[in-house]
Nanobody
Framework: QVQLVESGGGLVQAGGSLRLSCAPS????????MAWFRQAPEKEREFVAT????????DYAEFAKGRFIISRDNAKNTVYLQMNSLKPEDTAVYYC?????????????????WGQGTQVTVSS
């Protein structure tokens, strides 16, 4: 069992930055690929970024490319999402997720464990 706890959300002005953190419990963190998803009100949960178990492979949604950076520190059991040049349309609840699968990485159903989410609000 893996429990995920996100932190780092908040209110920021457009153009600003935030760094989200996700700290999974357990000693098997490095066994899981990790990802960030987001969900805005009345919208479906959407893929943001994913990172492989070693951190060597990453993938981003088109809207995240060039603005967001996913990274992980296996020694600290933490995965990060650095978000820059934030826009009002980035406002959503951001979720950390863990997976053991290595395919369909942009699909929420692929992920075995989810955090409770952290709110990100970008004001114009």
């Amino acid at each position: 069992q893996v429990q995920l706890v996100e932190s780092g959300g908040g209110l920021v002005q457009a153009g600003g930055s935030l760094r989200l953190s996700c700290a999974p419990s357990g000693r098997t963190f490095s066994s899981y690929g990790m990802a960030w998803f987001r969900q805005a009100p009345e919208k479906e949960r959407e893929f943001v970024a994913t990172i492989s178990r070693s951190g060597g492979i990453t993938d981003y949604a088109e809207f995240a490319k060039g603005r967001f950076i996913i990274s992980r520190d296996n020694a600290k059991n933490t995965v990060y999402l650095q978000m820059n040049s934030l826009k009002p349309e980035d406002t959503a609840v951001y979720y950390c997720a863990a997976r053991s699968a290595v395919t369909k990485l942009r699909t929420p159903a692929t992920y075995n464990y989810w955090g409770q989410g952290t709110q990100v609000t970008v004001s114009s």
